[in-house]
T-cell receptor
Framework: EAGVTQFPSHSVIEKGQTVTLRCDPI?????LYWYRRVMGKEIKFLLH????????ESGMPNNRFLAERTGGTYSTLKVQPAELEDSGVYFC?????????FGQGTRLTVV | SQQGEEDPQALSIQEGENATMNCSYK?????LQWYRQNSGRGLVHLIL?????REKHSGRLRVTLDTSKKSSSLLITASRAADTASYFC?????????FGAGTRLTVKP
C-alpha cells in the first residue's frame, strides 16, 4: 500500500514568488493534516481536513497560506507570496483513526 | 497552541547507554504517540500508547504514560549512533494532533 506522498521533496524559490505543495494521503484516509517545522524548531500544526472540509485551520499563520483538498483526496498548500520566514519543512499526514502516517515532507527554502 | 512539551531539549550520550526523554501535555487525550525525525527527513512513527495503557514496549523502545500527571516518557535502551535524531511526542485529542518541541538526541559512537 502506498504511503503518504508529498511533492516536491525540495523547493527553492525567491521571496515574493508562489509555491504550491502537494500531498497525496493514503487512500481512504479521511483525515489530512498539514504541519511545518521552521528552522529546526517545533513542529507546528497548520490545519486539519476531514474529507474536503477544513476541520481546524487555526494554525495557518496568515492569509498568504491557502490549503485545499479537492474532492477529499489530495491536498495542496499554496504560499503566495512567499516570505523568508516561510522556509522550513512542511509535513503532511493522513489518518483513518488514531495513528497518523506522515509523508517525507517538502523542504521549502525561500531566498 | 502546542500540546506536548518534551524535555530535555537536547541530550547527548555514548553509544550503548540508555536515553530517556519526557513529554508533558495539557488536556485530555485519547492516545499519545512518539515520532522520530532524522535530519532533513520525514517523521517516522515509533510507538502509540493509548490513554488506558500505562506501559508499552517495542524492540529497544519503552514508553510509559501517566494520565494523572499528564506525562509520558520514552526510553531507548542500548542506544546506537543511528538513533541520533529529534524525537517528538504528539497527543491525539479528538483526532487532532499536537506536537511538542522535540528532544534532540545525539548518540556518540
Amino acid at each position: 500500500e502506498a504511503g503518504v506522498t508529498q511533492f516536491p521533496s525540495h523547493s527553492v524559490i525567491e521571496k515574493g514568488q508562489t509555491v504550491t505543495l502537494r500531498c497525496d494521503p493514503i487512500s481512504g484516509h479521511d483525515n489530512l493534516y498539514w504541519y511545518r517545522r521552521v528552522m529546526g524548531k517545533e513542529i507546528k500544526f497548520l490545519l486539519h481536513f476531514v474529507k474536503e472540509s477544513k476541520q481546524d485551520e487555526s494554525g495557518m499563520p496568515n492569509n498568504r497560506f491557502l490549503a485545499e483538498r479537492t474532492g477529499g483526496t489530495y491536498s495542496t498548500l499554496k504560499v503566495q507570496p512567499a516570505e523568508l520566514e516561510d522556509s522550513g519543512v512542511y509535513f503532511c499526514a493522513s489518518s483513518m483513526n488514531t495513528e497518523a502516517f506522515f509523508g517525507q515532507g517538502t523542504r521549502l527554502t525561500v531566498v | 497552541s502546542q500540546q506536548g512539551e518534551e524535555d530535555p531539549q537536547a541530550l547527548s550520550i555514548q553509544e550503548g547507554e540508555n536515553a530517556t526523554m519526557n513529554c508533558s501535555y495539557k488536556t485530555s487525550i485519547n492516545n499519545l504517540q512518539w515520532y522520530r525525525q532524522n535530519s532533513g527527513r520525514g517523521l517516522v512513527h515509533l510507538i502509540l500508547i493509548r490513554s488506558n495503557e500505562r506501559e508499552k514496549h517495542s524492540g529497544r523502545l519503552r514508553v510509559t504514560l501517566d494520565t494523572s500527571k499528564k506525562s509520558s516518557s520514552l526510553l531507548i535502551t542500548a542506544s546506537r549512533a543511528a538513533d541520533t535524531a529529534s524525537y517528538f511526542c504528539a497527543t491525539d485529542g479528538f483526532n487532532d494532533m499536537r506536537f511538542g518541541a522535540g528532544t534532540r538526541l545525539t548518540v556518540k559512537p
